[in-house]
């Protein structure tokens, strides 16, 4: 935990204008199972029938902007800048919070709950029930906690809470456009970072590391909150330290496979310029043994949805 907390201090010296993101490690894809429904990553899972709900998502307009990061500070996974174009698509304004979590929970089938972990009719794991009770037989978040973040998910497991529901996990693109807000400042509040604290939490306003409230700092333009900090925000994407440099201009999925999977955004456990922008990609593996390694309490979701016709 002290490495931890020192290689954070370290970078906060190294980005000022950077990112934050974090990539959560899975097996190679033949262990780590992707979301039914995904043929690669990226690729929307199969929705289950009827109109998906967007009353709390965002509609992000098709467009283009630029992606990454150059210069003699940025990481070289955030390299090379590079214009993206993408086509419309919804994106949730909050990260998803323990209450609705919850609301999967008691409308999924066959749901196992072992020695502290969660899993699927198939047995496949989907995560940690932190700040979660069962209370009659029904899933319920501790008092108070209702309007936190969800957190200690797997990627499987965050893939089919938005399955669930007709959505699926943003892309890492759709994750970065929806940050950035429309502009191409270091923040999307401007390039003063002094404005961070009300903005996200990290670190430095979280002495107590622990997770919020959702939608208590301020919105970006297109909506949403807590990009800059709560939790990180699992993506579809696997991960490829090159991989901007040869991926497509248009609506890139990410490679097509990998050994980890791609975390975006900020937390509360985290130095402020060490992880709270909307560029940056650190790789870190988490193991396969013991499995509750695949999770962590200061990794969300944040889900998506195709817009219409956009498919």
Not at 83 to 96: G, S
Not at 118 to 125: I, P, R, S, T
Request: proline fraction near 6%.
């Amino acid at each position: 935990m002290q490495s931890m907390k020192t290689l954070a201090s370290a970078a906060q010296m190294l980005v000022f204008l950077l990112t934050c993101g974090a990539i959560f490690g899975a097996e190679e894809s033949k262990t780590a199972p992707k979301p039914e429904g995904e043929a690669k990553s990226g690729a929307p899972a199969e929705p289950k029938t009827g109109k998906v709900d967007t009353t709390d998502m965002a509609l992000i307009p098709a467009g283009t902007f630029v992606m990454g990061l150059d210069g003699p500070t940025a990481p070289a996974n955030s390299k090379p800048a590079h214009k993206v174009t993408l086509r419309a698509f919804y994106i949730d304004k909050y990260e998803v919070t323990k209450a609705k979590y919850c609301v999967y929970l008691n409308e999924a089938k066959n749901l196992k709950f072992e020695k502290g972990l969660l899993y699927d009719e198939q047995g496949k794991m989907l995560g940690r029930p932190d700040g979660l009770k069962q209370d009659g037989g029904k899933w319920a978040p501790l008092a108070g906690l209702e309007k936190h973040p969800v957190v200690s998910l797997t990627w499987h497991g965050s893939g089919q809470f938005a399955k669930h529901f007709g959505k699926r996990l943003p892309t890492e693109a759709e994750w970065e456009r929806a940050a950035r807000g429309g502009t191409t400042t270091g923040w999307y509040f401007g390039d003063d970072p002094k404005q961070l604290d009300d903005y996200g939490w990290h670190h430095g306003n979280c002495p107590e590391l622990k997770t919020h409230e959702v939608g208590l700092k301020k919105p970006n333009a297109f909506g949403l909150y807590d990009v800059y900090g709560n939790v990180y925000e699992v993506v579809s994407d696997w991960y490829a330290e090159d991989y901007y440099a040869h991926s497509p201009a248009e609506n890139p999925q990410g490679p097509e496979k990998g050994e980890y999977h791609v975390r975006r955004g900020g937390s509360y456990y985290y130095a402020a310029l060490a992880g709270c922008n909307s560029y940056q990609r650190v790789t870190t593996k988490i193991g396969n043994e013991p499995e509750a390694t695949f999770v962590d309490s200061n990794w969300g979701v944040r889900t998506a949805a195709d817009a219409p016709g956009e498919k």
